[in-house]
């Protein structure tokens, strides 16, 4: 019913940039909170950014000056801006949508199949 698509991953030099995108479509009525987090081999996943439908924020310490996280309602679509690349950055990102789907119904919790991002010289 709801699918959730994450682009914009990629290998990227200590220092560099990357833009993730998520995407979510299909039979919706609304999307809530969004969120993005990660997974580095070997570690649990963990939360990275999430912002609310009316835009407020929240940050891993590890991240806070370096990504911003932005969504837009229109398009169901939210975006993680990583400046600063450090190659502890590694890992796969996860994109997690709160997604009220239509006839209309509470939100429930969908996730997208990860894109890699890998930060090297």
């Known amino acids: 019913q709801v699918q959730v698509v994450e682009s914009g991953g990629g290998l990227v030099q200590p220092g560099g940039s990357l833009r993730l995108s998520c995407a979510a479509s299909?039979?919706?009525?609304?999307?809530?909170?969004m969120g993005w987090y990660r997974q580095a081999p070997g570690n649990q996943r963990e939360l990275v950014a999430t912002i609310t439908r009316g835009g407020t924020t929240n940050y891993a310490d590890s991240v806070k000056g370096r990504f911003t996280i932005s969504r837009d309602n229109a398009k169901n679509t939210m975006y993680l801006q990583m400046n600063s690349l450090k190659p502890e950055d590694t890992a796969v990102y996860y994109c997690?949508?709160?997604?009220?789907?239509?006839?209309?119904?509470?939100?429930?919790?969908?996730w997208g199949q990860g894109t890699q991002v890998t930060v090297s010289s």
């Open positions: 299909g039979r919706i009525l609304r999307v809530d909170a």
């Open positions: 997690n949508a709160n997604v009220a789907t239509i006839p209309a119904t509470a939100s429930r919790s969908y």
